[in-house]
């Protein structure tokens, strides 16, 4: 079964850091781009970061450049989204999503809880 | 950046109606747009890509259509188990931008 699980996510305080983890399995994961969603509470979808098949490339919204780092090792079939500087505003459920081609996101994870709080 | 208007924000109809949602891009995207289904609480799914391809294993009572700047999505005889919210999404350019969204709810 292709499937996408998501995980790391958690209560951190303003200014801290979290990594999350997408583990990819039913496909072949080195083959795919790869994306990283949020969803404030009550809010819509909102695209953070993408990364190329190998690694070598990568994508941010301007709203997390420079705070948030997306990564891939595809020897462990498992995406990274490495997040600094948290803000309050970074509270959302991430989603991570495969690339199926022209940009057709066509399997996603169940989502992981981020919430910044003191 | 790219911005969808999707309209309405929210629908209401009755089972067996047609329902229609619209999306306009505040620029020309072609044919890069895709609609995603998503229900309360759970991920979003993929519906229609490139405009008016139906997604493998989505219903045929699902479709999407236009290009350039505006986009059309057709329910064509609701079901109670489409009662979800509804997004557009351009992969255009960088960066990808969604809809607002469209909350579908049964009269």
């Known amino acids: 079964e292709v499937q996408l699980v998501e995980s790391g996510g958690g209560l951190v305080q303003p200014g801290g850091s979290l990594r999350l983890s997408c583990a990819a399995s039913g496909f072949s994961f080195s083959s795919y781009w790869m994306h990283w969603v949020r969803q404030a509470p009550g809010k819509g979808l909102v695209w953070v970061s993408r990364i190329n098949s190998d690694g070598s490339s990568t994508s941010y919204a301007d709203s997390v450049k420079g705070r948030f780092t997306i990564s891939r090792d595809n020897a462990k079939n498992t995406l990274y989204l490495q997040m600094n500087s948290l803000r309050a505003e970074d509270t959302a459920v991430y989603y991570c999503?495969?690339?199926?081609?022209?940009?057709?996101?066509?399997?996603w994870g169940k989502g992981t809880t981020v919430t910044v709080s003191s | 950046d790219i911005q969808m208007t999707q309209s309405p924000s929210s629908l209401s109809a009755s089972v067996g109606d047609r329902v229609t949602i619209t999306c306009q891009a505040s620029q020309d995207i072609s044919d890069h747009l895709n609609w995603y289904q998503q229900k309360s609480g759970k991920a979003p799914k993929l519906l229609i890509y490139?405009?008016?391809n139906l997604e493998t294993g989505v219903p045929s009572r699902f479709s999407g259509s236009g290009s350039g700047t505006d986009f059309t999505f057709t329910i064509s005889s609701l079901q109670p188990e489409d009662i979800a919210t509804y997004y557009c999404h351009q992969y255009e350019s960088l960066p990808y931008t969604f809809g607002q969204g469209t909350k579908l709810e049964i009269k």
């Open positions: 999503a495969r690339d199926g081609g022209t940009s057709s996101w066509d399997v």
């Open positions: 490139d405009a008016s």
